[in-house]
Nanobody
Framework: QLQASGGGLAQAGGSLRLSCKAS????????IGWFRQAPGKERDFIAA????????RYADSVKGRFTISRDNAKNTMYLEMNSLKPEDTAVYYC??????????????????WGQGTQVTVSS
């Protein structure tokens, strides 16, 4: 299971840090990712990090502003979001892929999903 937290309200230009606590599986064997879904839109890939060498992959829309990381000792993943924009407003989801090194953008490749946490950015 994955439990996301850390969402909330931020002003444009501000920062938020999302966390996602994993349980019930061998966390360090899984690549992990973050997705988001804005109202009326499909869920989109944001970022992913491998379980082995910490390789990362980002969507162009967040590159340079968001940072994905993980702490395998704590079974926790993070998404540091800086320079927030109103268009970042969405429900954010964490996910885990049992393929350790695959940095996939496809939802169907992820085996576990968190419940989502709302991020709202005001202008």
């Amino acid at each position: 299971q994955l439990q996301a937290s850390g969402g909330g309200l931020a002003q444009a230009g501000g920062s938020l840090r999302l966390s996602c606590k994993a349980s019930g599986f061998t966390f360090h064997d899984y690549a992990i990712g973050w997705f988001r879904q804005a109202p009326g839109k499909e869920r989109d890939f944001i970022a992913a990090i491998s379980g082995s060498d910490a390789s990362t992959r980002y969507a162009d829309s967040v590159k340079g502003r968001f940072t994905i990381s993980r702490d395998n000792a704590k079974n926790t993943m993070y998404l540091e979001m800086n320079s927030l924009k109103p268009e970042d407003t969405a429900v954010y989801y964490c996910a885990a892929d049992r393929t350790t090194v695959r940095l996939t953008i496809l939802e169907r490749n992820y085996d576990y999903w968190g419940q989502g946490t709302q991020v709202t950015v005001s202008s």
